[in-house]
């Protein structure tokens, strides 16, 4: 079963049941509120764009991917394969960025690629077809798999924020590794991109809270009984949309 996070409601469908099936998540919405739905441009644009972006503060990035998708009207994979190196560079690409976008290119003008059936697919499968891609890592591909596609299984384990918001949610010992990040999200298969919305909400709501719930971590788990009024209203029983 594949959960597509398309709209809003997807999402808060998909929390809904994340919190029946497992009850350590209660008092993590309690803190983190309804996360928002985070969504990036589909298709090549879209994956440029975060390729652009690797290793870069947000504004850097920005200021490239400006110059970068103004260059090409329409942006489509057919005009970068054909640009020119030195031009791509004068945008502010770095020289691995460009063979980065390029092959990408390649692979979709030779049909090698189809980024759009990644969405329909096993996530685990998705991220595995994106990171044989040069340049792609595992960060970038989970990235566009829960942004640009709205996969709801995708995970991104190398995320640094998800991995402290799980250390004090689930009052682990010490911040979990990408290999830890795995087995600990398995019981939120097929639902893992819902459960990675939800973290990072809770990591900026501690952060705001200036880490005054750090020391109380939720150890045990807590009956679905003891949601507050609030969160029963906002997370009712829903059936799960899947496609």
């Keep these: 079963m594949t959960i597509r996070l398309k709209t809003q409601a997807d999402l808060e469908d998909a929390l809904a049941a994340l919190l029946r099936l497992d009850p350590r998540l209660v008092p993590v919405m309690e803190i983190a509120g309804m996360p928002a739905l985070r969504q990036r441009e589909p298709g090549f644009a879209g994956l440029a764009a975060i390729v ?80 044989q891609l040069h340049g792609i890592g595992p960060w970038t591909a989970d990235i566009y798999l829960l942004f640009c ?61 200036e880490g005054a719930i750090a020391a109380k971590p939720a150890t045990k788990p807590i009956s679905g009984r003891q949601v507050t009024t609030s969160a029963q209203k906002r997370l009712r029983e829903k059936p799960i949309k899947a496609s």
């Design 149 to 209: 596609l709205g996969h709801g299984d995708a995970w991104p384990a190398g995320d640094l924020a998800i991995q402290e918001a799980m250390r004090i949610g689930l009052g682990l010992k010490a911040r979990p590794t990408v290999k830890q990040m795995g087995p600990l999200a398995d019981i939120w298969r097929p639902m893992r991109g819902a459960a990675a919305h939800l973290w990072w909400a809770y990591y900026h709501a501690v952060k705001r809270r």
């Design 52 to 131: 652009c972006g690797q290793q870069l503060s947000t504004t850097a990035a920005a200021a490239i991917w400006g110059r970068v998708s103004a260059a090409f009207d329409p942006f489509h994979h057919d005009a970068l394969k054909a640009a020119r190196t030195d031009k791509l560079g004068r945008l502010g690409l770095s020289a691995a960025k460009i063979k980065t976008l390029k092959i990408i290119a390649r692979e979709l003008a030779a049909e090698r690629l189809n980024l759009d059936v990644l969405a329909e697919q096993d996530a685990d499968a998705s991220h595995h077809t994106l990171t």
